[in-house]
């Protein structure tokens, strides 16, 4: 793949990201649930493959590494983001992956036939920058 293609295929499917973004910050609980788990939790969604480049990059980054072209340091920091996006993967995203299912299984409400709900308290955790 020359040059020109990959960055023609990466200008593409940061559009699309960015178009499926948008899209969902517009969807409704069901099909937002239905949508992230199938970008986010499954195995062939989304966020597998944005790891799966991560690893491809950080074996790509190894060779050019000890071949001298790339500093360590690259290789180091994606194999550091791969272990960190698999650890969300398996840690904090699976576990949701059966809530997301049964979001997305109950059927549509008119929200404006119901009361509005009280919404919880949320609890947020990470860091902050």
């Given at each position: 793949m020359n040059p020109t293609s990959a960055d023609a295929l990466t200008d593409h499917i940061t559009q699309q990201l960015g178009q499926l973004s948008a899209h969902l910050s517009q969807a409704g609980p069901q099909e937002a649930a239905r949508f992230l788990e199938r970008s986010l939790v499954s195995e062939d969604g989304i966020f597998n493959g944005v790891w799966d480049l991560v690893i491809s990059g950080g074996a790509a980054a190894q060779r050019y590494a000890e071949d001298g072209v790339f500093p360590s340091e690259v290789w180091l920091a994606l194999g550091r983001t791969a272990n960190a996006l698999g650890g969300l993967a398996t840690d904090t995203l699976a576990e949701q992956q059966e809530v997301l299912r049964q979001i997305a299984s109950r059927p549509a409400v008119d929200p404006s036939a119901a009361a509005p709900a009280k919404?919880?308290?949320?609890?947020?955790?990470?860091?902050?920058r």
């Open positions: 919404t919880p308290a949320l609890v947020v955790r990470g860091r902050h």
